[in-house]
């Protein structure tokens, strides 16, 4: 295994953290009918397992006035728009642009997030993990002026949205507007389909990227070398926010000290966690602390490796790193709420929480 070593790595965690992103309205539909009707948007997930990881963060985020859902960091509500909104169809035939197991239609848009929007401060790391087309290449440019390091999720960088019927597409990330700003990002995540749509033998010589495959996990590329990070088990039951939870542990823990191989472990987890429930999932109090526990003991093992605003950071999968695997894939065998209790208080409306959404089979 190829090690990327650094002088020296940083001791004290990252403090200060940006979350760009609009909320969104999501609805879920099967066979015709409503099947939920939850928070959405890669922001309210990812805040979601901060919150969980008690990583602070202050959050840029645009709803009109019809938003409507508690949530714990208050977003720029701009009364002459509306919330954003994407309707996901679970039973219609994939097509090449959108997600394999699912097709995603936005419906209506909140307005963009400007560069003027974002605070004037500067921070340790930033997040670019718009939906709905809301992050503008200047609001990207301000972000990696402000933050130290900065992750992105190429679903903000590439999605084109159909003008009829607001059907997701996507479109390659050289014709994007945003691929000169690709070597002042730290990270780019991308789903295995999304990284169809990109070079990654030449974007991994300028940051770090991370490709999601579902069920099987993830892998991590950097200039030097590749690797896979196993997954962990899950009775899928809605895929929505998978990537967002993925990239929310992932950080969460790269700020509790973690070496990107175990921090990719906890993403893998968070996303394992948010497919066996629907909408924004609810944490178990008992499971989060196991994880908490997990991470505490490893990091004891491992100096923080990830230091903002430069390009050290170690890509050796440390000893103890299977082991890591285990400990955190134990934390789920913790009894947790059933679904209805851990469901009681996510914001959602109508639609059972019982019900399994399966995704068309491929091609179908
Ligand atoms: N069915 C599943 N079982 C276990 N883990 C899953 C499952 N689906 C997703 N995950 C986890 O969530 C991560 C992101 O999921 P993925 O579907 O690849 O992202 P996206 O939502 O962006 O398409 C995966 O890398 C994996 O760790
Ligand atoms: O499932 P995923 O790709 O990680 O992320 C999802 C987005 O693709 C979708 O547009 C949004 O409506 C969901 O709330 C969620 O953010």
Redesign the pocket.
Known sequence: MVTTHIPQPQTTPIQSALIVGNYCHDVLLQGGAVVAETLGGAASFISNVFSALSVSFHLTSKVGLDFKYPVNHDPIVIPTSKTTVFHAYFDQGHTENA?QDRVLKRVEVCDPINPSDLPDKRFDFGMAVGVGGEILPETLEKMVEICDAVFVDI?ALIRAFDKNEGTVKLVGLKESGFYHLLPRVKFLKA????ALFMDVEEVRQWCCVVV????D??EVFWKDGEMKIE????N?VD?T??????LGGFVGGLVHGLVVPDAALV??LF??L??GQIGLPKFDLRLLQRIKDEVQRRKLHNTCWFEGGNDSMSFTKPDGHDEFHASLASTKLVPTCSIQECQRDVPRSAGSVEQVIQPPCNGQ
């Open positions: 997600h679903q789903s295995s389909e999304e999601t495959h579902g069920k996990g993830c997954p962990f088990g899950a899928q895929p926010g998978a990537g967002d939870s993925f993403g893998n996303g394992s948010t497919v």
